[in-house]
């Protein structure tokens, strides 16, 4: 299937009409908060933000008399809000691709980072401190298990591991298209790639070794909540998903174990969108909640690991390599090039449409 | 009409003590009766007195708690009712709206596995005997409310039941076409000598089509018999009242001789009626006239004594033109109010109000009532 | 004039006329707008066309939508058959029975539709309550595949989409006159011979317009086959769901919503002249 040129064009105009009715509803809630002093923040919504409220926004409004109001908006709404020219938005808290989306198309301001007061640029690890975002926390896709089905320590130590269903028969599952991010660099890992050397991905070779295990993939999962139930409930043996997810699952008592072994770094990140009504707040929130003690008081109790270097210290041991004192995604993760995913992805969903129904 | 005419002298139910119960209640208590082959046989009484009900458990759609039906001898009690081989005709017809007439007249056959050219031939012959043989491809609702009735007895009668059960077929007509259908209806069973029990709670209609009429009032059967008989000689109050206009004029036994008792009121006006052996003297009694019994003069002096005709004295308290008749009530004492009907021939004029007026009827035409 | 005016405005249809209004407003004009401004952005008209059936045409919808077809012929013939009876009870019991099969019915609605799949997941699941049970009992030696497959997403639809049609189905044979059957089993009928000759005739028309809107929902239905299908059980909203949210390729989404849309439309003409025959039947 060979999609004319003109569709990139396409995704750049835009439509008012359908952007206004989505984004109605948002500006409704938006006017009933408190009209004082506010930030409003693009959020994942549900527990994400009840701990972020507690560690973050609380402690942020008594220190600037600053009020922090979530609003939930998928993805698509966001670029409808952006494109028609609708946003209500002083600040996005979302993955790293999708603000690279954003960012592509002249929708985010730069980050101003000689403007911190709280916290020290320098400190801000470099991999995450954008110019068009900065992350707020870093996590990975990870090499997930059920230890009732393998017990810790006989688990694939390796995506080529995982790829070998002879030592290792059992189900698994790899995210779906629909994730936003299906499995091509453990595919390719898998295959022989060394770690640094992923990029650009061959698609065509990596779909090729993700047929190889296709068979035992009974499920891709599509939401971080599938993923982990299906290794909860022993649905599949093993599977590559977010550490958060299971981070949060493994909290709640749930048999999952972590391969931290070629683990792929991922992060979550604020950008600021054109046309923040509240500018400076967005801008004071992002200092404020890089600082070292915001983030080990968020992330003592939300699993990932810290933006800020200075954090490390109280960061969960979980993610910690103790050989090297840094996170696993330092010493033995690669970072998710999400330029190259940003350039290719309407490509690679092409390819995973035609791949997917065999 | 051989083809549709039913078997003579089969029909024949009899009803043994049935009963039927909802909770405590009794709606049908202990109900017994015969009815004859090719009998029209109607349940007359108002509503929750139990005849749609009794109707319901001859054909099967009710239990029967207590108590056997017979038909023909067998009883049928156990029998499903697809099985009792009744015509049926409902109360609102109960025409299939997506059958056309004829299929709907050619139901019962076609359940009965008839074959076809019996079919063809049977439901013609329905169609004729109700005049409907020209709207064989009509649907229900292109049809009048006198049509539709017309089906459902075409339909009920097309197997050759030697039974069929009516319930309030004409409830939903006007008066001038249930008037009109009463004589079809009644022709169109003479003329199968089909048996008919048929429910109603309209007077007029059960005694102009009954053979024989059983009253219903609160689950039992107050008095069976034919029209006249029940009209001339309510065995209660409560049939006086609703078999037409009826005058109870309450008192006390004074004396029994024979068959006639003396019933005296409470203004010490003495009356005499017909009474059956169980009137003792000193009960306190109702005496029962029809009001087109009694007939109305001025009162002029002098009245013969004779103990065949019963006499009183009133004031014209109200009349009404009724058409054919002229109602006037006497009040002949305090609290006792008597109805006489006049017929509107000529000189039939109405009394003027208040003037006094004199009242008199035959003993033989009253009945004393003790219930 | 005015007198003419007045009585013009007095007609019941002022009464729906802010609906309409409201719908055309943020529903029906947005839409246009959104499929003229989606499939302007490709180019020329020609191009336009070329580019919609290279979509139209592409193994992926075609497959979608043969996999959609199927699921959801599938989905209504089985909510159907499951329905038929149920709507039967309904509509001839009163009081608690009556109230307790239609509170069952009706009350898992009120969660949302995310937790109730869930919840099917953890009784379908191979280690779920249902393979459990089966395996327990000796009835199966492995467990059976009823998540993430064909299966799953039938059984997930069908539970969905039960309650418009055993709604539909009640509302029409609640209008089927009691006394009919009564006359058909006084007339001789059996059991079997007034339900196929009367009462399922009478019906008819509800399981015509029932099926219909059971099919118009399963052909847009996207939750379910995502979370219960498996890998290659794509249907063709769970596409426009992609186009959208991952691939920022809002001219492809439209085409395929097009698509939909259509069809639907389609239905919804032959529900509308179904349910405008029921009328004229007077049933």
């Given at each position: 299937?060979?999609?004319?040129?003109?569709?990139?064009?396409?995704?750049?105009?835009?439509?008012?009409?359908?952007?206004?009715?989505?984004?109605?509803?948002?500006?409704?809630?938006?006017?009933?908060?408190?009209?004082?002093?506010?930030?409003?923040?693009?959020?994942?919504?549900?527990?994400?933000?009840?701990?972020?409220?507690?560690?973050?926004?609380?402690?942020?409004?008594?220190?600037?008399?600053?009020?922090?109001?979530?609003?939930?908006?998928?993805?698509?709404?966001?670029?409808?809000?952006?494109?028609?020219?609708?946003?209500?938005?002083?600040?996005?808290?979302?993955?790293?691709?999708?603000?690279?989306?954003?960012?592509?198309?002249?929708?985010?301001?730069?980050?101003?980072?000689?403007?911190?007061?709280?916290?020290?640029?320098?400190?801000?690890?470099?991999?995450?401190?954008?110019?068009?975002?900065?992350?707020?926390?870093?996590?990975?896709?990870?090499?997930?298990?059920?230890?009732?089905?393998?017990?810790?320590?006989?688990?694939?130590?390796?995506?080529?591991?995982?790829?070998?269903?002879?030592?290792?028969?059992?189900?698994?599952?790899?995210?779906?298209?629909?994730?936003?991010?299906?499995?091509?660099?453990?595919?390719?890992?898998?295959?022989?790639?060394?770690?640094?050397?992923?990029?650009?991905?061959?698609?065509?070779?990596?779909?090729?070794?993700?047929?190889?295990?296709?068979?035992?993939?009974?499920?891709?999962?599509?939401?971080?909540?599938?993923?982990?139930?299906?290794?909860?409930?022993?649905?599949?043996?093993?599977?590559?998903?977010?550490?958060?997810?299971?981070?949060?699952?493994?909290?709640?008592g749930a048999p999952l174990g972590i391969q931290w072994n070629q683990n792929a770094l991922l992060a979550q990140a604020y950008g600021i969108p054109v046309g923040a009504k509240n500018l400076a707040n967005a801008k004071k929130f992002i200092d404020y909640s890089s600082t070292p003690e915001a983030q080990a008081r968020w992330l003592a109790k939300y699993k990932a690991i810290p933006v800020n270097t200075k954090a490390y210290g109280a960061t969960s041991r979980d993610l910690i390599d103790p050989a090297t004192k840094t996170p696993w995604t330092k010493s033995k993760g690669f970072l998710l090039d999400i330029n190259w995913w940003a350039d290719n992805r309407q490509k690679v969903g092409q390819y995973w449409s035609k791949w997917i129904i065999g | 009409m051989k083809g549709v005419a039913s078997g003579q002298g089969k029909g024949a139910i009899e009803l043994r003590q049935i009963t039927k119960r909802y909770g405590k209640e009794r709606v049908v208590d202990a109900v017994s009766t015969t009815i004859a082959p090719g009998e029209f046989f109607s349940l007359l009484g108002p509503s929750g007195s139990g005849k749609t009900t009794t109707l319901m458990m001859i054909a099967g759609f009710a239990d029967v708690d207590e108590g056997q039906v017979l038909v023909d001898g067998t009883d049928i009690v156990d029998v499903p009712p697809q099985r009792r081989g009744f015509g049926m005709v409902f109360q609102n017809y109960a025409i299939f709206p997506h059958l056309n007439v004829f299929d709907n007249v050619a139901f019962p056959l076609r359940a009965r596995k008839l074959p076809n050219d019996q079919i063809q031939e049977r439901v013609q012959q329905a169609l004729e005997l109700v005049r409907l043989e020209r709207f064989a491809d009509r649907f229900s609702r292109q049809l009048s409310g006198g049509q539709q009735q017309r089906v459902a007895i075409a339909r009920a009668i097309v197997f050759q039941p030697s039974v069929v059960l009516m319930d309030e077929p004409l409830g939903a007509l006007d008066k001038n076409l249930r008037y009109q259908m009463q004589v079809e209806i009644k022709e169109i069973q003479q003329r199968l000598g089909m048996t008919v029990v048929y429910v109603t709670h309209d007077q007029e209609e059960a005694m102009n089509m009954s053979d024989r009429i059983a009253i219903m009032n609160n689950g039992r059967i107050e008095q069976v018999g034919r029209p006249t008989d029940i009209y001339e000689n309510p065995a209660s109050n409560f049939i006086a009242r609703f078999l037409g206009e009826a005058n109870l004029i309450e008192g006390t036994i004074e004396e029994v001789r024979e068959d006639v008792a003396v019933l005296c009121t409470a203004g010490g006006l003495q009356l005499r009626a017909r009474a059956d052996g169980n009137v003792q003297p000193g009960a306190r009694a109702h005496l029962f006239v029809r009001p087109e019994r009694v007939t109305i003069v001025r009162a002029r002096g002098g009245i013969a004594a004779d103990p065949a005709i019963n006499h009183a004295t009133g004031r014209l308290a109200q009349t009404s033109f009724l058409g054919n008749i002229l109602r006037h009530v006497v009040e002949i004492e305090p609290g006792i109010r008597v109805t006489v009907d006049v017929q509107n021939a000529s000189g039939g004029l109405f009394r003027a109000v208040d003037e006094t007026a004199l009242l008199s009827w035959r003993a033989a035409d009253s009945v004393i009532l003790q219930r | 004039m005015t007198v003419k005016k007045s009585r013009k405005f007095s007609d019941a249809t002022v009464f729906i006329l802010p609906a309409v209004l409201l719908l055309a407003l943020v529903f029906v004009g947005p839409l246009i707008w959104f499929f003229i401004q989606a499939l302007a952005s490709v180019g020329t008209p020609a191009e336009m066309l070329s580019y919609a059936w290279t979509i139209i045409t592409s193994k992926a919808v075609v497959t979608a939508l043969m996999t959609t077809n199927w699921i959801s012929l599938m989905v209504t013939l089985l909510v159907l058959l499951i329905s038929y009876p149920l709507a039967c009870y309904l509509a001839n019991n009163q009081g608690m029975r009556f109230t307790l099969v239609l509170f069952c019915i009706v009350v898992p609605y009120f969660t949302s539709i995310i937790v109730r799949t869930y919840s099917w997941m953890v009784l379908l699941g191979r280690n779920g309550i249902i393979n459990q049970v089966l395996l327990y009992l000796g009835v199966i030696n492995e467990p059976l595949a009823l998540l993430y497959t064909k299966t799953g997403i039938l059984i997930g639809m069908v539970y969905v989409l039960l309650p418009y049609m055993v709604l539909t189905l009640f509302a029409t044979m609640k209008a089927i006159d009691p006394s009919l059957m009564r006359a058909a089993r006084g007339l001789g009928a059996s059991g079997f011979y007034a339900f196929t000759r009367i009462y399922f005739p009478l019906s008819v028309h509800g399981v015509v317009s029932g099926s219909l809107i059971v099919f118009i929902l399963s052909i847009g239905f996207f939750i379910t086959p995502a979370l219960m299908g498996g890998p290659s059980d794509v249907m063709i909203a769970m596409l426009i769901e992609r186009s959208v949210e991952i691939m920022f390729d809002w001219s492809g989404a439209a085409i395929m919503s097009l698509l939909l849309l259509f069809a639907t439309l389609v239905l919804y003409g032959i529900y509308y002249r179904v349910t405008d025959v029921r009328r004229m039947m007077g049933a």
């Open positions: 299937m060979t999609a004319p040129k003109a569709v990139n064009p396409g995704r750049r105009k835009f439509t008012t009409g359908v952007a206004v009715a989505a984004v109605a509803p948002t500006m409704f809630w938006i006017k009933k908060a408190a009209a004082a002093e506010q930030v409003i923040v693009r959020t994942p919504g549900g527990v994400f933000d009840d701990v972020k409220k507690e560690t973050i926004y609380d402690p942020f409004r008594k220190e600037t008399g600053i009020e922090v109001v979530p609003v939930a908006a998928t993805t698509a709404k966001l670029m409808a809000m952006m494109k028609s020219g609708q946003n209500e938005l002083d600040l996005i808290d979302t993955g790293d691709s999708t603000l690279l989306e954003l960012e592509k198309s002249n929708y985010l301001m730069p980050i101003n980072y000689d403007e911190f007061k709280y916290t020290n640029p320098a400190d801000i690890d470099p991999v995450v401190k954008r110019k068009y975002q900065v992350g707020c926390f870093i996590y990975a896709m990870v090499l997930g298990f059920n230890t009732k089905a393998i017990p810790v320590g006989t688990e694939p130590k390796s995506w080529a591991e995982f790829w070998d269903l002879k030592k290792f028969p059992g189900r698994r599952t790899l995210p779906d298209m629909a994730s936003g991010t299906p499995s091509l660099e453990f595919a390719l890992i898998a295959d022989g790639v060394p770690m640094d050397k992923l990029y650009p991905l061959d698609i065509d070779r990596a779909f090729k070794s993700m047929s190889r295990i296709r068979s035992a993939i009974p499920k891709f999962w599509d939401t971080g909540a599938l993923s982990s139930t299906m290794l909860a409930d022993n649905e599949v043996s093993m599977g590559a998903l977010w550490s958060t997810r299971a981070a949060v699952a493994i909290d709640q | - | -």
